[in-house]
Structures are given as C-alpha cells and as structure tokens.
C-alpha cells in the first residue's frame, strides 16, 4: 500500500534529448512536492507499471509527444489523451488498455488519472541535453506542470 495518495510517473529516456523531458521533469517535481506524492520513471508503458500505479487514488503521467508547437503543454483525461511516444507501447499494451486489464483482474488502480504531455519535435537523438528550442522553454514548461500538479493533488483530493 502506498503511503501517499498520488503517483506522478514519467516516461522517456534521458539519453535521447527532447524524448527525456518527462524523466527531468519528474525528478525537478519531486524536490518540490515529494512530501505531497510519490514519483518514478519508466522507459515505456507496460503490463509491468501495473504494479507500481496499484492503490494509488491519484495518478499523474507526464510523457512527450510530437508536435512542431515545441514545449506545448496539454492536459487530458485518460479517455481523450492523444498517442504520445510512451504510453502506446506496440510490444506490450496501451494505459488505457492497460488500465482496463487491471479493473478486469482486480487491481485497484487510481480513480482519478491525469495526463500531461509535452510537445518535442525531434525523434532518436543520443544526447543528454534538449536542444536549444525546448531548453529555452523548460523554466515555463516547469512552471506550468507544477501549477497543473498543485491543483490535481489539492483539488482532486
């Protein structure tokens, strides 16, 4: 059993520039909020999250997605998110497919899920920054997704 009501969880690789923003993010996050909620980070969505997202009321997922609006940050429901790079794993299983396997097994999975994605525009680059355009925009980006996190968690509650 969790011992706080909310998970925030990134998806990405820190290693591929723009495709790494939602694990930077995670981590920037929790300094600020980790008495207030738990946060992790994985490479993909899969049957294997299952088991981290279980009793958690609150469900935060950051992921990236394509889009030349560089740093645009979206906000949906788990019933009108678009594909983004993450949570459409085609060798595994969707989050919302996933999410309705464990209902269908017994999980108890959060009640309340949000999802935030953030618009990149490059694809498959090694490197351990973000290029210049997204890094340019992270200070807001940040500011943003703490905003969006601070009314999920106090006014969901």
Excluded at 62 to 73: F, P, R, T, W, Y
Excluded at 84 to 113: C, Q
Aim: hydrophobic letters at 40%.
């Amino acid at each position: 059993m969790p011992s706080k009501d909310t998970l925030v969880l990134g998806f990405g690789s820190d290693i591929l520039s723009d495709e790494g923003i939602a694990i930077r993010l995670v981590n920037d996050l929790k300094r600020k909020w980790e008495k207030h909620a738990d946060f992790l980070t994985h490479l993909t969505f899969s049957l294997y999250v299952l088991n981290d997202i279980a009793a958690y009321k609150r469900l935060v997922l950051i992921d990236a997605n394509l889009s030349k609006k560089i740093g645009e940050v979206q906000c949906y429901s788990i019933d009108e998110y678009p594909d983004t790079l993450h949570l459409v794993n085609y060798h595994d299983i969707s989050l919302k497919g996933g999410i309705e396997y464990a209902e269908k097994i017994g999980f108890e999975v959060p009640r309340h899920i949000g999802i935030i994605t953030i618009s990149i525009s490059q694809l498959g680059f090694i490197h351990d920054d973000f290029s210049k355009e997204l890094s340019k925009k992270y200070k807001s980006i940040l500011s943003e997704i703490e905003q969006l996190i601070e009314d999920f968690i106090f006014q969901v509650a």
